[in-house]
C-alpha cells in the first residue's frame, strides 16, 4: 500500500492530420496502488485560421530551409498559447508535454517529424517541455506510431477496444497478453478533403454523406487498398494519403454528397474488419476523436458491428481531449523514466521511454 500516491499536473498538446486546430489541456495524474488516475483541470481548442491552416497543410512541400524556419515559428506559436492557457487559468504546472504537428511519417525509411520546436516552445511560456515522442521508436526499428496505447492501457484499461477516429482512425486492445494497436485508415482526414470543394472544412455529424448514395466502384477500388492487407504493426501519414487516396478521389467523378457517402462506408468497412479479425465477441469499444460526433460514421458502424460489439461513446470532454490527454501523461512517464513506447505497438526492439526535454532560458 502507498502512503504517498504519485501526483503530477501537466498540460498536454495535440494538433492532428485532421488539421481542425490545436487541443489544450491539463490534468491531474495520480498513482494509487500501482494505478493511474487523471482529471481534466482546464481544456482548451483553438482552431487553426484559414491561412495558417494552408500554411500547416503545405509544410510537406517546403524547401528544408523554409520547413526549418517553421518548425521554429511554429513552436513559438505553441508556446503562446500556452503560457495564455496557463494565465487565463491560473495554473501552476511541472512540465508542457507537446506532440507537435506530423509533416513526415515514413517509418519505413525511419524518418518521422514533427514541427513545433520544443526549445521555442519552452522559452515562450516559460515551462519545462516534454516533446518528439517518435523519433526515438523510430531510429529502433519501429513505427513511430500510434503512441497512445500506452495510456488506453493504464487510463482506459475498462474498454476492450479504444479507437480513435481522428485524421486517421486508429485501434487499441490487448491480445495474448500484449498490447497491439495501429492505424487503420484515413478518416477525417477522408472527408474533410471531400468537403473543401463545396466550401467546408468538415460535414457537421455527417450530415451531407447521409444524403448520398455509394458509389460501389469507389468503394472497391479503396477497399482494395494494399495497406488493408498489412500485418500490423503498421502506421499511416498524410503522404500516403496523397499518394494513394487523392488520385482514385480525383478521378472519380461524383457529387460530394455520394463521395462522403461512400467513404463513410469505407472507413466503417475497414473498422469493423479491424475488429472482426480479433476474434473477440461480446465486447466494449470506447470511441474517441472528431470523428465520435459524426452521428452518421457512428450509426454506420453501430449496424456493422452490431453481433460482437458495443460502442460506447464517452464525454465530449473525453472525445475531444483524450489524445492530448495521453500525450501529458507520455510527458509524466517520460519525466519519470519509466516506457511510453511499446514494442507489442509499434514492432520496435525494445520497449523504450521517449521525449525530449527542454528547459526555458
Known sequence: METNPIKYTAIGLMSGTSLDGLDIVCCDFKKTNNNWKFEIISKQSIDYHEVFRKKLKNTVH???????????????????????FIDQNN?????VASHGHTVFHQPEVGLTYQIGSGQHLANACSQKVICDFRSNDVSLGGQGAPLVPIGD?????????????????????????QRIAYDISPANMLLNYLCTPIG?????????????????????KLNALA?????FPKSLGYEWFIENIIPILDHTDDT??????????????????????????NTKILITGGGAKNEFLINTLKQKLRSIATVVIPPVSIIDYKEAIIFAFMGVLRDRKEINCLKSVTGSSIDSSS???????
Open 91 to 95: 495554473l501552476v504546472i511541472d512540465f
Open 256 to 281: 460530394t454528397e455520394n463521395l462522403l457517402h461512400t467513404a463513410v462506408l469505407h472507413i466503417c468497412d475497414q473498422i469493423s474488419l479491424a475488429v472482426k479479425n480479433t476474434k473477440k465477441e
Open 200 to 220: 467546408k472544412t468538415y460535414d457537421k455529424g455527417g450530415k451531407i454523406a447521409q444524403t448520398g448514395n455509394v458509389n460501389q466502384k469507389l468503394l472497391d
Open 227 to 231: 495497406y488493408y492487407q498489412l500485418p
Open 355 to 361: 521525449g525530449v526535454t527542454f528547459f526555458p532560458s
Open 62 to 84: 517546403l524547401s528544408a530551409l523554409e520547413l526549418l524556419v517553421f518548425h521554429n515559428q511554429y513552436g513559438t506559436w505553441l508556446g503562446e498559447q500556452v503560457k495564455q
Open 153 to 177: 492501457q493504464q487510463l482506459f484499461g475498462a474498454y476492450d477496444f479504444c479507437l480513435n477516429l481522428g485524421g486517421i482512425s486508429n485501434i487499441s486492445f490487448e491480445l495474448d497478453k
